[in-house]
């Protein structure tokens, strides 16, 4: 029986000025000297695996906090990966669309690499390099590349809650090349990734993770709620869960808890201001509303 063919590769070149890079640095000084070691298992198991990208949820986590060891847990693993998609390490888009840990570099790295072989197999919709920049994908290297598309609708990532910025490659209009035609054939089964909306801001939740929040739906809070500065409000969420960490909300229970504000806020706008030095019921609404708001979810 023959052998599968290998997906990963056996060793990835890591540059001498690695620690000198500042996004590294940034991670360190942040991290302390286990947040390079959690970067560097992840770039071993991105190779080691499928060769440039890695799917990342709760039992990756898990399983590399395993691995790494040293006395490392999953959260500190969440905080260095949040860490590394805010300083474009691996592609905050990608990652916001499909959960999958990934970069340009890593990319280039992994089809030099491969270079060697007779397919290079490729996921579309992961794709960051320029096709048509040679300096970026050689001519050698793409007439071997073929791609194939993956079913978004399976990743653990709700592709309308999440604000992405997924660039499609240009391909040329003159002659094609081999790689190019496999580009062009596989164009009319692929699923088109509708615009998204850019983010606003994120919201941290109790396991460190962040929930996205959009313009759009910015936009529609804005309709729900007319008598609030929507986007203040948001601030003031995002400073509430910065400094209360015991009790930031869940993936789950975020939702509830931006409809809860909301909903109080625009109460507040609602119910006139006391007059006559009557404070009583006014200061008693205040009280029970932020009692409510801050319930832990």
Sequence with gaps: MARPAKDGIDYFPLDVDFLQDDKIRLIKAEFGSKGILIVISLLCDIYRTTGYYKVWDKDSCLLMADAVGCGIVPENITQVVQGCLRRSIFNNGVFQMFGILTSAGIQRRYIRAVSTREEIQIIKEYWLLDSSDKKDVPTSILNK????????????VNLENNAVNLQINPQSKG?????????????????????????????????????????????EWRALYPAVDIKQEFRKMKGWCDTNPSRRKTKSGIKKFINSWLSRSQGQKEIPQPQNGITNDWDEYLKNSMKEMTHDL
């Design 145 to 156: 590349v073929t791609f194939k598309t993956v079913n978004s609708e399976k990743t653990n």
């Design 175 to 219: 002659k094609k090349s081999k790689g190019e035609k496999s580009i062009e054939q596989i164009g009319s089964t692929a699923k088109a990734v509708s615009p998204a909306s850019p983010p606003f801001i994120s919201l941290i939740l109790r396991d460190n993770s962040e929930y996205q929040v959009t313009e759009r739906q910015i936009e």
